[in-house]
């Protein structure tokens, strides 16, 4: 049997598990968001400058026309949007992918008992660690330039 400071550490790390990988998934998907988003409005202004740069014929009104289209589709926002809810649902999907370990030690923590418990705030704790030594301290990681 568990005891109750164990059971309270244990929802607690899970608890700390769980939103820190949340936390990065959402920081993620917003990041993904905004590169989507910009990726997605500068390739359609680029085809909307292209295509409004060229005539089929010598004509001041086919000129005309052809600027004031130019004009409604490069103000669009219909491509922003997609861009940034395509970016954000991948960006957020790929930040819980990226922790999904810590995910499921946080799980572990909060939803089961006795040792599987203890085994996933240990879990979780060890990640966090690890996570620490690496990027804090660089050990295990390859240097980029050699």
Known sequence: MIS???KIICRTIGTAGMGMSLANAFQTGK??????????QAEHLENVYYSSRTLSDVNYNA????????????????????GKIKGGIGGFLYGLGCTLPGI????????CKNWVAKAGAIGVAAGVLLTFVKEGFGLGKTNPMK
């Open 31 to 40: 990041y993904f968001s905004k590169t989507m988003e910009e990726d997605i």
């Open 104 to 111: 499921a030690c946080s799980a572990l923590a909060l939803l």
């Open 63 to 82: 000129n005309m026309l052809r600027e004031k289209g130019f004009e409604l589709r490069s103000k669009n926002p219909l491509y922003a949007i997609y």
């Open 4 to 6: 109750t400071p164990a």
